[in-house]
C-alpha cells in the first residue's frame, strides 16, 4: 500500500511521465497496457497530460516492472531522463554556473517537476551529502532509482563528462542480491542498501565545478519564470514547512541573527512544535539556516560591489571570520577564493 506524506491533488509534471512512457515501450509495453493494468481511462498517459497524480505515476513505476519484467526498472526509466523531462527547472539548471548553484536551485524548482519527494544538501568537512527524501514508503524502489538515476544521467549530460561515482546509500533492499550488478553499471558503484535515508556523497569541491555552456544570461529570466509558476503552486497548497522557515530565515538574516525561536513566533508555532515538523520533512533548523545562508552567500559573491564584511553582515555574522569559516565548510574553499574562481 502506498505511503504518502502528500495528498492526491500531489501530481508530476507530464513531461516527468516521458522517461518511464519511454522505458517501458523499449521494453514492449505500451502507454495503453499501462492504463488499463493501472485501471486508467483510455487516453490518460496519451498523449501527455499536463499532470498526473503523484500517487498514479508511483504505482505506473511498479506496473512497468512487472509487465516489462525488468527487476531494474526504476534504473531504466532513469536513463531515459532528457533536459525537458525536468521542465523549465531543468532548464535553470543549464543556466546555472557550477554545481552548487544547479544543486540549491534543484532544492527551490524540483517541486515544478514533481511532488515524489525532496531535496537537501549538507557539508561536514570535505564531503557534501545530497539527500532524497522519498513522500513513499521504501517499498517503492523503483521511484528512488528513477531519481538516481536520473540525477546520475543529467549531472554527466550538465558536466559534460562521466562524474565520478558517488559513495550511495539508499534505504530499500536492493532487490534479489544475485541481480544487484545492474546497480553498479547504472550508477558507477554498488549502493549500500537498507540505509537510514537516501543519500549521494562527494567531495565538496565538485560543487565549485563549473557547469561547461552554461548560458548564465538566461538565469534571471528563468529564474523569473519560475517563481511565478511556484506562487501559482503557493496559491493552491500551502508551502512545505522547510520553505517556510527558509523564507522567514532570508527575511530576517539581514536584520540580525535567526534563532529557532523568533523563527517559530514568526510562523504561529512554537519552537517545540517548529522542530518536530521540521524532523518529520527530514531536516533540521540549522540544516536549512545553513541551505539559506549557503545560498545567499553565493549570490552575494557574485556581486562585486559587496565586500566580504558586508556579505557577513548581510548573512548574520557578527564577525568576518565566523562566515570564512562557515563558507569554506559548505563549499570547500573560502568565500574569496570561490569569488575569484
Known amino acids: 500500500m502506498t505511503a ?30 499501462l492504463e488499463q493494468a493501472a485501471g486508467l481511462a483510455a ?16 504505482r505506473l513505476l511498479d506496473i512497468g516492472a512487472a509487465l516489462a519484467d525488468d527487476p531494474h526498472f526504476g534504473l531504466h526509466v532513469g536513463q531515459c531522463v532528457k533536459l525537458g523531462t525536468y521542465t523549465v527547472y531543468g ?38 551529502s545530497y539527500s532524497w527524501h522519498s513522500n513513499y514508503s521504501s517499498a517503492h524502489r523503483h521511484l528512488v532509482d528513477s531519481v538516481f538515476s536520473g540525477i546520475r544521467v543529467f549531472s554527466n549530460w550538465l558536466a559534460g563528462i562521466a562524474l565520478p ?61 519560475a517563481e511565478q509558476l511556484l506562487r501559482q503552486r503557493g496559491a493552491s497548497q500551502p508551502p512545505a514547512i522547510t520553505q517556510q522557515v527558509h523564507a522567514a530565515i532570508v527575511a530576517n538574516l539581514a536584520h540580525g541573527q535567526v534563532r529557532l525561536a523568533s523563527i517559530a513566533d514568526e510562523l504561529k508555532l512554537s519552537p517545540r512544535t517548529l522542530q518536530r515538523k521540521l524532523s518529520e520533512a527530514g531536516a533540521t533548523f540549522q ?3 545553513d541551505q539559506a545562508r549557503f545560498a545567499l552567500a553565493r ?12 556579505i557577513a553582515f548581510l548573512l548574520g555574522y557578527q564577525e568576518q571570520s565566523a562566515f570564512n569559516h562557515a563558507f569554506k565548510e559548505w563549499s570547500g574553499v573560502n568565500p574569496g577564493a570561490y569569488r575569484n574562481g
Open 91 to 128: 532548464l535553470i539548471l543549464l543556466s546555472c554556473r557550477d554545481f552548487g548553484q544547479v544543486f540549491e536551485q534543484t532544492m527551490r524548482y524540483e517541486q515544478l517537476a514533481h511532488d515524489l519527494g525532496r531535496s537537501s544538501i549538507t557539508i561536514e568537512d570535505d564531503v557534501a
Open 287 to 289: 540544516q536549512v539556516l
Open 43 to 58: 487516453g490518460t498517459l496519451e498523449p501527455l497530460p499536463e499532470f498526473l497524480p503523484a500517487d498514479d505515476y508511483v
Open 165 to 225: 561515482a558517488n559513495e550511495l546509500r539508499l534505504t530499500h533492499d536492493g532487490g534479489p542480491p544475485e541481480l544487484r550488478e545492474e546497480y553498479a553499471r547504472v550508477l558507477g558503484d554498488m549502493p549500500v542498501f537498507g540505509a537510514e535515508a537516501n543519500v549521494a556523497s562527494f567531495n565538496a569541491a565538485m560543487l565549485t565545478w563549473p557547469v561547461p555552456n552554461a548560458d548564465v544570461t538566461l538565469y534571471p529570466v528563468l529564474r523569473q519564470h
Open 4 to 33: 504518502t506524506l502528500f495528498d492526491h491533488a500531489n501530481r508530476v509534471a507530464g513531461s516527468y511521465l516521458q522517461p518511464l512512457l519511454e522505458a517501458a515501450a523499449q521494453r514492449g509495453v505500451s502507454a495503453r497496457a
Open 299 to 310: 549570490d552575494y559573491l557574485r556581486r562585486p560591489e559587496l565586500s566580504l564584511i558586508d
